[in-house]
């Protein structure tokens, strides 16, 4: 019940939050509504499953690159113009994407969808940054964080069914609708935050002791990057692997674990606001990192489905948490000129781990001698390792900083 009074409050009290949340839950709806129908569609032109794969990395290939010219650019231009320009590219991509008859096509069309996906995933969260104060950055960080999981579940369960009732293609044309009331609601009900403007790329990059090159926000990113790198890797590739040939799951029941995990991190955001603001927001990414690698070690603990079962909570549970606590410590140990180029950056670092996730656990998978065992085990070892990092190199200055 706190939990949802914090909620509440949240949203009383920060009311120019609101089209923002609006925004980033039909984004991330549109883009989910996607994912189910990707590779059968893909499947259709007549690829290898190799190909298919290629629509995943070449759309985050897409986002990598325009991660950080967006959130340098919005620090010139202020964030609404490339809230309005991300969306709009996404609805070109989706146009292109379902008239396409050919693969090659297709993955262009997926480039330029991850463009805008980018460039609109990197402002918004300059955007959050600079609407927070230190104390409202925990509730507002939580907030964003429910809206994106809030959108992308939504997204998931209503692809299926239009896919299922009026074809493959028609995700991709909800998509194109759900990208123009996005870039409407940017135009009209957003107040732009008007981000301190830094007037060369130079001054963009300055470092210091809270800038976005200072050793703590490295180590931040990095732990972002690996949390990137352990949802492609491991939710996306592995788990759904081990699931079916450890323990016999069907797909269906297999999407349902999924699914467990996208509600009760959904259930998770209210409670991790308390918590980053109780423990401090370094501390929350430290036990949200460790958590994550007990999650994934849960799965090949033993034969019985239960272990399944309780990974899937565990990870639903501790990445609810891990979200909120990366983006409360990153906006804290930056300074406000560089909240644009510093979240591009961070974003890049990000989409760095969710583009080699699958290609280098596959690797470990099929080159360790122990199979989907060993490329769990090396991910959990890779949470640990960069949680250690991250402690070590945030000093207790910068950890205090997160909590004024």
């Given at each position: ?77 202020g964030r609404r113009p490339l809230l309005v320009a991300g969306p709009l ?19 262009f069309w997926r480039f330029v969808q991850g463009v805008g996906s980018g ?276 000093s207790r200055k910068s950890a205090a900083a997160t909590e004024r």
């Open positions: 019940m706190r939990g949802l009074n914090t909620i509440w409050e949240s949203f009383k009290q920060e009311r120019q939050i609101w089209p923002l949340l609006i925004m980033i839950c039909c984004t991330m709806m549109g883009s989910g509504m996607v994912v189910p129908v990707l590779s059968l569609y893909a499947a259709s032109f007549g690829v290898t499953s190799t190909l298919v794969g290629m629509l995943v990395t070449i759309f985050g290939v897409g986002r990598l690159l325009a991660n950080f010219p967006s959130g340098w650019l919005s620090q010139q231009t590219i996404i609805a070109v991509g989706s146009i292109g994407a379902a008239l396409t008859t050919d693969f090659v096509q297709l993955c460039m609109y995933l990197t402002v918004s969260l300059a955007a959050l940054a600079d609407l927070s104060t230190p104390t409202t950055r925990a509730r507002l960080v939580g907030l964003y964080q429910l809206a994106l999981q809030m959108g992308a579940t939504l997204g998931t369960v209503f692809g299926g069914y239009a896919a299922k009732f009026f074809g493959l293609t028609a995700p991709f044309w909800a998509l194109l609708v759900i990208s123009l009331v996005t870039a409407v609601l940017a135009i009209f009900s957003f107040q732009d935050t008007k981000a301190a403007p830094v007037h060369s790329l130079s001054g963009a990059l300055g470092s210091g002791k809270r800038g976005m090159f200072s050793g703590p926000f490295m180590a931040i990113s990095f732990v972002s990057g690996v949390s990137f790198f352990t949802r492609t890797a491991c939710m996306f590739q592995l788990i759904p692997l081990i699931a079916q040939d450890s323990f016999g799951l069907d797909v269906s029941r297999i999407g349902l674990g999924i699914g467990i995990i996208a509600v009760t991190m959904m259930t998770m955001m209210p409670f991790s606001q308390m918590l980053i603001q109780k423990a401090g927001a370094r501390m929350a990414v430290g036990y949200s990192m460790i958590g994550m690698a007990i999650a994934l070690l849960a799965v090949i603990a033993g034969a019985q489905q239960y272990w399944f079962w309780l990974s899937m909570v565990l990870y639903g549970v501790f990445g609810g948490l891990n979200g909120p606590a990366i983006g409360a410590y990153s906006i804290a140990i930056l300074p406000r000129r560089q909240y644009g180029s510093g979240m591009g950056l961070q974003r890049t670092l990000s989409d760095i781990g969710f583009v080699a996730g699958p290609v280098v656990i596959g690797l470990i998978d099929d080159f360790s001698g122990i199979g989907h065992a060993g490329g769990i085990m090396s991910n959990a070892a890779l949470l640990v390792v960069a949680t250690l990092i991250f402690l070590f190199v945030s």
